[in-house]
């Protein structure tokens, strides 16, 4: 079985400053890795996915994310963010053989200022 | 870019009625999943199908609950005699193939039971 936690529930941040949004799963066996991001009102739109190889992965609008195997992690990082990248961002881990259902977190909802 | 196409997007219906939720995957896409979120919590996984038959369940998805692939595009979740814990966000999701192919999301039903 597979577990997700996002450390922190809500993130501000001042635009064009920095974020790294935070994410350990726990699992007994080999998984895949994903960030997904939810505006308001919408459906989940896929950030970046790990599935193997290089540990730091680069996404969509900015986002990278670093996967760190020894410590379980899959920190998402922008070095830069924009008043637009207000949204829930969950993170996902599914096993790598099987139904390939998803585990996610419990959210971090990033609140950007301006 | 093709879409997970998700109807209706918001459903209200009286507690014991059974609702229908509907979904057209991506064409080619061969996993089929449900997920909720109820309100303020986080995704959930209800059920996998995959090969006109479900591959996986969680405990939510009891009895009452059912899907169906009835014609090769559509996939449908019903919920039968509704509860008020019922309500939620009800996400449909599919994916290609094997491996590391990311789930492809719709935009939710949100059902409110009243």
């Known amino acids: 079985a597979q577990s997700v936690t996002q450390l922190d529930s809500q993130v501000p941040v001042f635009e064009e400053a920095p974020v790294e949004l935070r994410c350990n799963y726990s699992?007994?066996?080999?998984?895949?890795l994903f960030w997904y991001v939810q505006y308001p009102n919408q459906g989940l739109q896929l950030l970046l996915k790990y599935l193997s190889g290089s540990t730091l992965v680069k996404g969509i609008n900015g986002f990278e994310a670093e996967f760190n195997k020894s410590q379980t992690s899959f920190h998402l990082r922008k070095p830069s963010v924009h008043i637009s990248d207000t949204a829930e961002y969950f993170c996902a881990v599914s096993a790598t053989s099987g139904t390939y259902k998803y585990i996610f977190g419990t959210g971090t909802r990033l609140k950007v200022l301006a | 870019e093709p879409e997970v196409t998700q109807t209706p997007s918001h459903q209200v219906t009286q507690m014991g009625q059974e609702v229908i939720l509907r979904c057209v995957p991506i064409s080619n896409h061969l996993y089929f999943y449900w997920y909720r979120q109820i309100l303020g919590q986080k995704v959930e996984f209800l059920v996998s199908?995959?090969?006109?038959?479900?591959?996986?369940k969680s405990e939510i998805f009891d009895d009452q609950f059912s899907v169906e692939r009835p014609d090769g595009s559509n996939f449908t979740l019903k919920i039968r005699s509704t509860k008020l814990e019922d309500s939620a966000m009800y996400f449909c999701?599919?994916?290609?193939?094997?491996?590391?192919?990311?789930?492809?999301f719709g935009d939710g039903t949100r059902l409110s039971i009243l």
């Open positions: 199908f995959y090969n006109n038959e479900i591959s996986e």
């Open positions: 999701a599919s994916r290609p193939g094997s491996g590391g192919q990311p789930q492809h």
């Open positions: 699992s007994s066996v080999s998984v895949y």
